[in-house]
Structure formats: structure tokens, C-alpha cells
């Protein structure tokens, strides 16, 4: 397996596949790879001649400074997972921050027409501004036919969607389910931060929304939040950020149901000092 750490060695092999006409898939991750990433790279392999798995810390994307710093990085563990998969067919690109930014890491600007204004965007100010940034980068240098993400992340999917559109770039974006822990938690590198007490408190997110779920049948999406705001309020350990009940397309906030339209149960916990999101299909 190849692993690639300048812009300029990865282009020239791409070049060479895309001489030959191969199909291109790309996986953008951080790294701290877990099940839900090998879940994606296993689909892209499934339908690509070759893929690029890129492992990148982006600096752009974190409002929180603290957290750059805190999150897990392992190189090593990382390939090691992915050669588990095939050895052959992945390349890996793990560039530095200079190679990516070439010594001036900025954020370009962004107008995804307001999605970025909803959820994460009202709480992590410029945080879209920086995937948007990074993402645009990856599809510039990798030219991939097919691009794959993970719902759990499912404002940035719809984001990134939209940045397709905007600029007109040739690629396919992939959706892929949210992968869990068998007690439901939503796999993130960031559960590997957590303390003991509140891994173990933490599916309590996840059973949260799936009740949530049952009450939207029959219940107002004001109604619905109310009750999560109520239970999370009487939680030891998980204090909530936020729940919002969104419609999938706009991402704006509703109160009431409409026919016809499809909704989504948006999530952040802070579990002591690690955010964790989620999100579930309501209809």
C-alpha cells in the first residue's frame, strides 16, 4: 500500500489511473480510523478501481483549539487497519499542513445558500467555512470519479452536496449509513477520549433519539424537543448542547410536521469535555 505525503506525488500517480481510464474513489478522514471508516472504504472498493483514503488533521475546521490538539493521531494504526482491507487497490495521502495550505492556512469563503448558518454552524463559527476549504482541495488534487461520507455527519454531507453544485465539480458524492457501537453509540475517533463513566453513559444519546422518534408519530416537533431538553436536563453526566428537529433538504428548524416532507433529528452532547453528534431519519 502506497502512501503518498506531498500533492505532487500523489498527482502523478492519479494521472497515470486516470491515463488508463481507472475509476477513482475518495475517502476523506482525520484519521484515528474505526469501524465506520473501513465501512466507507470497503463500499468504495466495492466500486472503484482504486481508492484514496486520505488521512488529514485540518487545522481550518476547528473553532476549538484545544481539541486540534487533543485529537487522536496514529498514523501507523491507521495503514495497518487499512491494509486489512486490500493492500493493492488503496493509496493513502497524508500530507502536512504546508503541503495542503503551502504556508498560509486560511479558510476560503463560503456560501452554501444558509446551510451553513444551522446546527454546527451556529456553534462552531467558520467551522464550514474550513470543510468546504479542505474538501475543494481533496477534489482539485485527486480528481475522484466518487467521493463517500458518513450520514453521521449529515449537515456536512448536505454541505458538501451543495459545494458540487456550486462549483461544478465532477464527482459523485456517496452517502453512507451512520455506523454504530453495538450499544448504539455513533462511532467517532473522539470516543476514544472518553472516560470510562461516560462511554458507559453515552448510548443514552442514541436511545434518546430513538425515542425521540417514536414520539414525532404523534406528537409536534416542539413537543418532541421539549421532552428531549427535559430528559438530558436530569442527566448526571451528558449535558446537551442542542436538539433540533430539521427538515433534511433546507436544514432549517420546524415545530410543526408538513406532508411530504422528509425530517431529522439532529444531536450534540458534551460528554465532559468531548462533543458528540448524531442524527436520526425521523420519516
Not at 20 to 32: C, D, F, H, S, W
Not at 208 to 229: C, M, P, R, Y
Amino acid at each position: 500500500m502506497k502512501v503518498y505525503t506531498e500533492k505532487q506525488q500523489i498527482v502523478a500517480a492519479i494521472d497515470k489511473f486516470k491515463a488508463e481510464n481507472k475509476i477513482l474513489g475518495l475517502v476523506p478522514t482525520m484519521g484515528a480510523l474505526h469501524e465506520g471508516h473501513l465501512a466507507l472504504v470497503q463500499k468504495a472498493l466495492e466500486n472503484n478501481d482504486y481508492v484514496v483514503v486520505s488521512i488529514f488533521v485540518n487545522p481550518t475546521q476547528f473553532d476549538n483549539k484545544e481539541d486540534l490538539v487533543k485529537y487522536p493521531r496514529n498514523l501507523e494504526r491507521d495503514l495497518e487497519l487499512l491494509k486489512t482491507l486490500d493492500e493493492n487497490k488503496i493509496l493513502v495521502y497524508a500530507p502536512t499542513v504546508d503541503d495542503i495550505y503551502c504556508g498560509k492556512t486560511e479558510s476560503e469563503k463560503f456560501n452554501f445558500d444558509g446551510l451553513e448558518f444551522e446546527m454546527e454552524g451556529k456553534f462552531r463559527p467558520g467551522h464550514f467555512d474550513g470543510v468546504g476549504t479542505i474538501v475543494k482541495r481533496f477534489f482539485d488534487i485527486i480528481k475522484p470519479d466518487n467521493a463517500y461520507f458518513g450520514e453521521k455527519d449529515f449537515q456536512q454531507l448536505q454541505i458538501i452536496k451543495k459545494l458540487v453544485e456550486k462549483y461544478h465539480i465532477p464527482v459523485n458524492i456517496i452517502p453512507c449509513p451512520i455506523h454504530r457501537e453495538e450499544s448504539g453509540l455513533a462511532m467517532s475517533s473522539r470516543n476514544t477520549r472518553l472516560k470510562p463513566e461516560y462511554l458507559e453513559a453515552a448510548p443514552f444519546i442514541y436511545n434518546t433519539l430513538n425515542s425521540a422518534k417514536v414520539h414525532f408519530g404523534t406528537k409536534s416537533a416542539d413537543i418532541v424537543t421539549q421532552w428531549v431538553e427535559s430528559q438530558f436536563e436530569s442527566h448526571d453526566l451528558l449535558k446537551l448542547e442542542y436538539f433540533i428537529i430539521a427538515d433534511t433538504t433546507t436544514l432549517k428548524t420546524v415545530k410543526h410536521k408538513t406532508n411530504n416532507k422528509e425530517y431529522r433529528a439532529f444531536i450534540a452532547v458534551y460528554a465532559d469535555d468531548i462533543r458528540l453528534i448524531d442524527n436520526i431519519a425521523l420519516n
